[in-house]
């Protein structure tokens, strides 16, 4: 089966994606950092699969470090050459999930509608590469498909039953965990049913 993005269908979406606010599963994770003591640098963000900056650019206007990393060089180009952007606090990265290597003590992990792209083969190392990334304290926050999403066809995309998630999670204290599914269109008009797992969590202590 042909991947659901492919080619200048990237270009598309980037098009129709354009403006869009910040996910809500990153304002619920900055919500709950907000809710801390202020710290004495930056707090320090990877947003993984970053585009061109929808989350990103959230995340730089409340003063944050911010590492972007995507496989799409023209995602990172026009997160680039956004008006407005604190270069000074951001670093970009082009990779694959699978060739990832993270930094440490990381105070948070974005990954918004991005996490299935990574080969299935590939999922488990990259999930402990984040767990292992993120401070104790700090917060995983982003989205998993589910086993009854339309793109859980695609043997080239990965996807996650209920308890599967929740096994994920044990290293976490969970803030917020909604499953959602319903039919509905992609970005780019296509027909498509959703099941998904929208999370933010808190690494415990």
Known sequence: MTHPIVGHRWTDYYNAVAGRPPRETLLVALAEFEMEQEPTSPRFAI?????DGRDTIELLRRGWRVLGI????????RLRNRSGIYHEQLETRIERFEQLTFPQNVDLVNASFCLQFCPPEDFP???QAIVM???PGGRFCGHLIGDRDSWASFPHLNHHRCDQVTDLLVPFVVEWLKEEEHPG????GTEKYWHLFHIVARKNS
Not at 47 to 51: K, V, W
């Open 47 to 51: 947003d993984l699969g970053c585009g």
């Open 70 to 77: 995507d496989a799409e060089a023209q995602a990172i180009a």
């Open 125 to 127: 190392s990259l999930w």
């Open 133 to 135: 990334a993120i401070r």
């Open 185 to 188: 269109k992609t970005a780019l």
